[in-house]
């Protein structure tokens, strides 16, 4: 009878027992990944406080849905089915691992609970999983080297990428799942022999596969694959352990921990510091990141976690329209920065300037981002990147770095509380229009006025000679559905909202401190808005203020109670296509309503532009992005509009005055005047109100100019 074959334990190596030979490669295994790790820990010892250890429940639910369920993979079909199934094969080979390694030590381990049949199924879906994850290994080596899908790609100005980390890496993962099979396949073929008990391997699997090839090989040879794969195998494991913290395969260990940690309430930015109240703001050294550990240690997470999958800057539309900033990039660059940084030896060297000549970020590429939140939607590691963005500007304008463009417009919010420097008692001139005041009384909300809800009009729709007309028409919706309404007037100063985004947090706190008592005073128990900039400030960065809500869904709610009721559309060969704001739609979630009220106008015919509701394509920015110049190749308005023509509308609907204006203007810069027109969705409504007497409207005329 042929004896059994060898465990690796069984053997002797070198006048070494396998036993001791294995234990010593364990523990110098695992004692150069705890070095490793804890060198990799350090700079987020010396990063900024952040406070992310709130919710656990609302944590897990997270954990469970975006890292174990995988939940934002799929967005892209083919890499995203293809990361599951590896996902899967490594969750379900951990335990395999664990028990190879031990097999090292004690030839006759078995896992608790891994014998009998549960231990037999584990057997067969293990082989599978190995297969799985060998094959997504090739397919994800050929996909980077053959087809190179362009979001991979590295524009010169971005610095370099790490192509050849990833294929080494994949290369590796295989060499695993290779050298695990081979182990199983030697023994079972070795078992195959008569007189052995033969080991049961999943039909069709790597392990059956390499089984059936080696199965007329000498017993000797085999024994000695079988030694030399465990071998490999160890080496392997161990290599990948220590080598991952080194590139993007880090964030294998890190992004469970990134999910845990990860924000919770959308549409908020950080505070300055966390832990400091505003009050005490006056004691901080100075505002924002200026250098890497000014970043918290979440967001120096976030840097370690991210997979460079490229997600986040295909989504860009900051990127798409060749402005300096690709979201991946700040976060490679800010990982490279604190790998050389924090080396694995020495000391660290830190408080260098992130932005500076010698820097790792130009300040047009942090001025760049209009806070669309595109990026963050995509990454299926959670990563962040509005708050990191406002913290460098933060950091900027404290050190009085300010765009020339946008000098003026934070001097006049100081002055005016409003960006266009007019004056205040002008700011409820919009309402006193003469063909508008006929129909339409909007009072002052005040303690006398008793309007129990405060319509909060924001700057642009105040001074914009076009953008007062979403004013008035808001104004007689609301009257139309019987709201008791009124505006605050000369006492209303601009949300705050785009200040705040541009790091001017004192000038924020200014306004908003200001709108906040004018707001208490009014008595107001609620407050509506059309400008979704304003919708998210009052919803977000205001505390102790009514409740707020945008005007598409007061609409939504009122056309289905049937308070309010819409006419059919007068020309049913138009085609609409509704543009989501990106401060209603991806901050607020507020995606449906809009869709509804459009679809409940009789004879109105909808369509889809491909990148729609949380995949919406920013116009161009709103607020002080309007009086920005960024350097770019083409405007993102101009991509909007030809996505909208693409989809085969010739309406352009929305629900914000910055898109209005950015959607008006791209329309004439794309030489679309006469096809297409732009409409915000309070005008559209307003003008297919079924009213008791028929009201010439302002923007009657204005679309027919449009349309002429
Ligand atoms: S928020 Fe928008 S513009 Fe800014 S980096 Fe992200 S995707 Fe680009
Ligand atoms: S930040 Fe997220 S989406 Fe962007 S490259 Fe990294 S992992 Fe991918």
Not at 270 to 283: A, C, F, I, M, T
Not at 433 to 440: G, H, I, L, P, V
Not at 483 to 499: C, P, R, T, W
């Amino acid at each position: 009878m042929v004896e059994g074959i060898q465990s690796p334990a069984q053997v002797t190596y070198w006048l070494m027992s396998g036993r001791d030979l294995f234990l010593l490669l364990n523990l110098l295994g695992l004692a150069c990944f705890f070095y490793i790790a804890a060198r990799r820990i350090l700079p987020l010892t010396r990063g900024e406080r952040d406070l992310r250890f709130d919710r656990p429940l609302v944590r897990l639910e997270r954990v469970l849905q975006y890292w174990l369920g995988q939940w934002k993979h799929p967005r892209y079909r083919t890499a995203g089915i293809m990361h599951i199934l590896f996902f899967a094969g490594f969750l379900i080979l951990a335990t395999q691992a664990f028990s190879l390694l031990i097999l090292g030590v004690s030839p006759n381990f078995v896992l608790p609970g891994s014998s009998g049949e549960i231990g037999h199924i584990y057997d067969i879906v293990k082989d599978y999983a190995a297969t799985i994850v060998f094959l997504c290994m090739i397919v994800a080596a050929v996909r980077r080297i053959v087809f190179k899908p362009a979001r991979y790609a590295v524009s010169a100005r971005y610095g370099k990428g790490h192509p050849l980390d990833a294929i080494f890496l994949l290369a590796l993962i295989a060499l695993l799942m290779a050298s695990e099979s081979l182990f199983e396949a030697s023994k079972a073929a070795f078992q195959a022999q008569p007189g052995q008990p033969a080991e049961f391997l999943a039909v069709l699997s790597l392990p059956w596969m390499l089984k059936n090839l080696l199965v007329s090989t000498p017993l000797p040879t085999l024994q000695s694959l079988h030694l030399g794969a465990y071998f490999v195998d160890v080496l392997t494991f161990y290599f990948l352990l220590c080598y991952r913290p080194f590139g993007i395969q880090f964030h294998v260990e890190t992004s469970l921990f990134n999910v845990y940690f990860a924000k919770l309430d959308r549409g908020t930015v950080k505070p300055v510091r966390w832990g400091v109240s505003d009050e005490h703001l006056d004691q901080v050294k100075s505002f924002g990141v200026k250098t890497f550990e000014d970043f918290t240690w979440k967001h120096m997470l976030d840097f370690y976690s991210c997979a460079d999958c490229g997600r986040c800057s295909d989504q860009c539309p900051a990127n798409a329209v060749g402005r300096p900033l690709s979201p991946r990039f700040l976060t490679i660059k800010a990982r490279d920065y604190s790998f050389q940084h924090y080396s694995m030896f020495g000391r660290a060297s830190n408080g260098t300037p992130l932005i500076s000549p010698g820097g790792i970020y130009s300040e047009d590429e942090i001025w760049s981002c209009t806070t669309c939140g595109a990026c963050e939607e995509e990454c299926p590691l959670l990563i962040q990147y509005i708050d990191k963005i406002v913290d460098l500007r933060r950091g900027m304008i404290d050190d009085g770095n300010v765009p020339q463009s946008l000098q003026k417009p934070l001097k006049a919010l100081e002055s005016r509380g409003n960006p266009y420097g007019k004056m205040e008692k002008k700011r409820a001139e919009w309402a006193k229009a003469k063909d508008f005041s006929q129909t339409c009384t909007v009072k002052t909300a005040d303690a006398k006025s008793n309007a129990d809800t405060l319509y909060f009009v924001d700057s642009i729709t105040s001074y914009d000679d076009r953008m007062q007309s979403i004013g008035r028409a808001t104004a007689r919706i609301l009257a139309a559905a019987g709201v008791n309404f009124g505006i605050l007037g000369a006492a209303e100063k601009d949300s705050g909202h785009e200040a705040r985004r541009f790091g001017e947090e004192t000038l924020f706190m200014a306004l908003r401190d200001h709108n906040v008592d004018a707001i208490k005073a009014s008595g107001a128990q609620r407050i509506v808005t059309a400008d979704p900039h304003a919708y998210n400030a009052l919803k977000h960065d205001y505390k102790d203020v009514p409740p707020v809500e945008h005007i598409s869904q007061v609409i939504c709610r009122e056309v289905k109670s049937g308070n309010l009721k819409l006419d059919p559309v007068e020309n049913a060969d138009d085609v609409y296509a509704y543009h989501d704001p990106c401060y209603l739609g991806r901050h607020n979630q507020v995606y449906d309503d809009p869709r509804q009220v459009l679809d409940a106008i009789p004879g109105l015919k909808r369509v889809e532009m491909d990148r729609c509701r949380d995949r919406s394509f920013c116009c161009g920015g709103g607020g002080l992005m309007l009086f920005y110049e960024p350097k770019e190749d083409e405007r993102m308005g101009v991509k909007r509009v030809q996505m909208a023509a693409e989809a085969g509308a010739n309406v352009i609907v929305t629900a914000c005055p910055f898109c209005m204006v950015n959607i008006e203007d791209a329309i004439k810069v794309a030489g679309l005047e006469g096809k297409m027109t732009a409409i915000d969705l309070a005008e559209l409504v307003d003008k297919q109100l079924v009213r008791p007497a028929p009201v010439q409207l302002e923007h009657d005329k204005l679309t027919s100019e449009v349309f002429a």
